[in-house]
């Protein structure tokens, strides 16, 4: 059987939300992050991309 095997992201709170939408402070923390500098892996698939796409300003994304 074989495993199709995704790469996952690192993503990283690099600025803060303070004066930002609404709908980008609920989809920094739907991406499990909360403060400065906290980085959560996540898998690379369209859903979460979506999401980084939309506060790319606001955070730093590498291959984990």
């Known amino acids: 059987m074989a495993t199709n ?4 992201l690192k993503i ?3 600025k803060s ?3 930002c939408k ?4 609920a989809t ?3 991406l499990g992050l ?7 892996t996540q898998p690379n698939n369209a859903a979460t991309m979506g999401k980084v ?4 300003h606001l955070v730093e ?4």
Request: no cysteine; charged share 35%.
């Open 61 to 64: 994304v590498t291959e984990a």
């Open 22 to 25: 609404k709908d980008q402070i």
């Open 17 to 19: 939300t303070i004066g």
């Open 28 to 30: 920094v923390e739907a």
């Open 53 to 56: 796409k939309k506060v790319i």
């Open 12 to 14: 990283t709170l690099v």
């Open 5 to 8: 095997k995704t790469s996952d």
């Open 34 to 40: 909360k403060k400065i500098g906290e980085t959560v």
